[in-house]
Nanobody
Framework: QVQLVESGGGLVQAGGSLRLSCATS????????MGWYRQAPGKQRELVAT???????NYAYSVKGRFTISRDGAKNAMYLQMDSLKPDDTAVYYC?????????WGQGTQVTVSS
């Protein structure tokens, strides 16, 4: 079983930066891909970025060029560097892992961007 714990959310002004972390534990050898999703109030959860075990990345158009997803195998962690933040980026951010064909979710961390 894989467990995911997000951290690093908070309040930031527009144009600022935040770095989210997702700590993994448990059967981490079974993880084939990971990602970040977000859900704003009244909206559906949406993909932000994904990264495979081979390091291939994919980004939502709305964050491309501003956000960077990465993994650190030695630390069993995944990160989301968010730069040039906009008020529209305000949401609860969730990390996600595909492990043994199962989707595992963290509890989420709030990101609020003020104008």
């Amino acid at each position: 079983q894989v467990q995911l714990v997000e951290s690093g959310g908070g309040l930031v002004q527009a144009g600022g930066s935040l770095r989210l972390s997702c700590a993994t534990s448990g059967s981490i050898f079974s993880i084939s891909a990971m990602g970040w999703y977000r859900q704003a109030p009244g909206k559906q959860r949406e993909l932000v970025a994904t990264i495979t075990s081979g390091g291939n990345t994919n980004y939502a158009y709305s964050v491309k060029g501003r956000f960077t997803i990465s993994r650190d195998g030695a630390k069993n962690a995944m990160y989301l560097q968010m730069d040039s933040l906009k008020p529209d980026d305000t949401a609860v951010y969730y990390c996600n892992a595909l492990a043994d064909s199962r989707l595992i979710w963290g509890q989420g961390t709030q990101v609020t961007v003020s104008s």
